[in-house]
């Protein structure tokens, strides 16, 4: 224990990192890991958030505090210190999203494949198929999803209209995960729960798959002491037969010639390289050069931090080149992160393709017989909801009832729904537009912050800071005179926020209980 003078209270001196951890380092014979164990002891995990494009990130206030920017990814900047960010409402808008700095690299590598994939069917991407910007839309899984940062870099770099599934195992992380993704507002996407043994019932459906796999967890020991305290060599060896198990069941999502992202936030070999062998060896996975290295190095703007990243493994005898990245803390500006690129052999013929009647090999599959609705949804009231949407945008949606409400769901992708309603726990699907209870149709706060509302839809009163952070807290807020009655939208900085309903002598607030913040210091 050490002594706080300025208080006179008792602060835990941090773990150190066990010995068995520090010989596991120096086992790997690879001098680029000399000092880890030192740094992950004395220095300090960076700060650093990544700007939505599609909201402006870099008009908030936060974008004006940074310290430098993320290296490769033009989206994402280091913050010199940490803020009170659960008090900033452009969080909570999706405007910008706290994440690791290492972790952006998603973005860049679905830009990446998106290029790949974009150039290999060039014929194909007529205007039917191709995005708004000029790119074919892929089908992506992200399938140990939460919290949502490596979905939500997806999103970023994915072409217009793609569609994004989401998948964790866990109840409660999962309504994170969904939280977050809809604050994104973005890129479609499809919120699933369970185990990814589920995704097998689907056959070759997915484009690209990413694997950010359960992991030993020490690539955060910097930041997590949990992390140190739990570690043994045992637990490696636990994590990857389950990463095998996870990687063995998605291997028969994907279709053929698609391509399987996998990452770990961990530094030995069993859970990186040697399972990135696994899959090459036992499914015939093709190692992809991520192309990371080159891109960024050749950009205009480059700080030449990339060349702190590592593209290239530790030498495993009988283990060929695998175009590996590393980011090890002390190297690069982030936590430990290893990421992997690889495809399955064959020809890939893109869902949005396959979708579009040139190829016959999508599985239609038996649609389930659905429940009659709890609550029948009328045509006025799909009608009023259809009237919300951009206009730009509702040729490209179809609105639907649900159980209790209403969704959108964008129409390219619409054939694929039903299959992932009869074999996935599917928790959200698209964009949930409104409940119906009774005669109250309540929209709901994934759409207030999605891109598919339009600005008109309903009448908007902008707020301050600190009536925002009231309203996310679920407290009063009072609106000017004259406001209409009804569903309003609160704004803040020009961009939505929320929804509130005008009783005029007072309001009901129509934030999400469970979304509400609890502690802002």
């Not at 014929?123 to 939500?152: F, I, M, N, R, V």
């Not at 919300?388 to 409400?405: E, I, K, N, R």
């Not at 309903?458 to 009804?486: C, I, K, M, Q, W």
Request: hydrophobic share 40%; charged share 25%.
């Amino acid at each position: 224990m050490r002594i706080n003078h300025d208080s006179s209270t008792t602060i835990p001196t941090p773990p150190l990192m066990k010995p068995e951890f520090v010989k596991m380092l120096a086992d790997l014979g690879d001098t680029r890991f000399d000092r880890l164990a030192e740094t992950l002891e004395t220095t300090r995990p960076e700060v650093s958030v990544r700007l939505n494009p599609r909201k402006a990130g870099r008009q908030t206030p936060m974008a004006a505090t940074a310290d430098s920017r993320v290296d490769w990814w033009d989206g994402g900047i280091y913050l010199g210190q940490r803020p009170r960010f659960t008090a900033d409402p452009a969080l909570h808008q999706g405007r910008y999203y706290v994440q690791d700095a290492s972790s952006m690299v998603t973005s860049a590598i679905a830009r990446h494949i998106s290029a790949i994939i974009a150039k290999e069917n060039a014929s194909a991407c007529d205007a039917a198929e191709a995005g708004g910007d000029g790119q074919l839309p892929l089908l992506w899984l992200d399938a140990c999803a939460a919290p949502g940062g490596k979905t939500t870099a997806a999103l970023d770099g994915l072409p217009d209209g793609s569609l994004v599934v989401a998948n964790e195992y866990d109840y409660s992380r999962a309504e994170i995960l969904k939280e977050n993704v809809a604050k994104w507002g973005g890129t479609p996407t499809v919120i699933t729960r369970g185990d990814t043994a589920q995704f097998r019932r689907l056959g070759g459906f997915f484009d690209v798959i990413a694997v950010d796999a359960p992991c030993s967890g020490e690539g955060m020991m910097r930041k997590d002491l949990t992390a140190r305290e739990q570690w043994t060599p045992s637990l490696v060896v636990e994590c990857a037969a389950r990463q095998r198990e996870i990687l063995g069941n998605l291997w028969e999502a994907l279709r053929p010639g698609g391509f399987l992202v996998y990452s770990t936030c961990t530094f030995n070999t069993t859970e990186d390289e040697l399972m990135a062998d696994w899959l090459r060896r036992e499914h015939g996975a093709i190692p992809v050069d991520t192309g990371i290295i080159e891109s960024v190095n050749a950009g205009a703007s480059s700080t030449g931090e990339a060349r702190n990243i590592i593209d290239r493994e530790i030498e495993i005898p009988g283990v060929e080149p695998l175009h590996s990245l590393r980011f090890i803390p002390g190297r690069a500006r982030g936590e430990g992160l290893y990421m992997t690129v690889m495809r399955k052999p064959g020809n890939l013929i893109p869902a949005a393709i396959a979708l579009s009647g040139k190829d016959s090999r999508q599985k239609k599959g038996k649609q389930k017989k659905q429940a009659p609705d709890r609550q029948a949804v009328s045509r006025q009231t799909l009608d009023l909801c259809r009237g919300w949407l951009q206009p730009t945008l509702a040729d490209a949606y179809d609105v639907s009832a649900t159980d209790d409400g209403v969704r959108a769901f964008p129409r390219l992708w619409q054939p694929l729904l039903p299959a992932m309603l009869r074999d996935l726990q599917v928790i959200s699907a698209g964009t949930e537009m409104a409940v119906v209870k009774g005669r109250d149709i309540i929209p709901t706060q994934q759409f207030a912050l999605s891109l598919i509302l339009s600005p008109s839809a309903f009448p908007a009163v902008e707020v301050g800071s600190g009536e925002a952070v009231d309203y996310l807290s679920r407290e009063a807020v009072t609106l000017p005179e004259g406001t209409p009655r009804g569903v309003v939208m609160l704004t803040y900085d020009g961009w939505p926020l929320g929804f509130v309903k005008n009783l005029g002598n007072r309001t009901n607030s129509l934030y999400p209980k469970e979304w509400r913040i609890r502690n802002i210091t």
